[in-house]
């Protein structure tokens, strides 16, 4: 009897861990994404420059807005502060970029190339100090102990 109740209770440690585990893993996939959808440059129709790929139409910019909000909210809790704060700092910017252009959905490709070069120092070191980070957290993703004590940003 004393031996299955300690056997249960490892097993419901276990089970803790691997939930946490699978959780975190889920959220960083989601930044992972985030990620690609930072770094991907694609040719334009009408100039053939390459431009990162969320500048390529409207609803690119838009929808990384929207997308990257949404995976902040729903996985807060399972991202370190650092990459919280850094996912923030990146909507932020976009946030500001969708604002400080009212007609975004009547632009063309050439106008969001222009507003691409605008931003472009703001914007260009974000995807490799994502990056940094997202390595740094993923080499601590099983950390689990840190992970419980951590503060909620």
């Known amino acids: 009897m004393l031996v299955n109740y300690f056997v249960k209770n490892l097993d ?10 699978e959780k975190r893993k889920k959220a960083y996939d989601e930044v992972e994404e985030i990620l690609a959808q930072l770094s991907t440059r694609v040719a334009q129709s009408t100039t053939g420059k390459y431009v990162s790929e969320l500048f390529s139409s409207k609803e690119n910019l838009i929808g990384f807005d929207l997308g990257l909000e949404n995976t902040i909210v729903k996985n807060k809790v ?6 919280v704060k850094m996912l ?6 976009f946030r500001e970029i969708v604002r400080d252009n009212p007609h975004l959905a009547t632009m063309d490709e050439l106008q969001l190339s222009e507003i691409s070069k605008t931003w472009r120092d703001v914007l260009q070191p974000l995807p490799h100090d994502l990056y940094k980070l997202f390595f740094k957290d993923i080499k601590e993703l099983d950390h689990i102990t840190e992970f419980k004590n951590k503060e909620i940003y």
Do not use: A, E
């Not at 399972?78 to 990459?83: I, Q, R, T, V």
């Not at 923030?88 to 910017?93: E, R």
């Open 78 to 83: 399972w991202l370190s502060n650092d990459m």
């Open 12 to 21: 419901f440690k276990y089970d803790y861990k691997k939930y946490i585990l």
């Open 88 to 93: 923030s700092k990146i909507s932020y910017q």
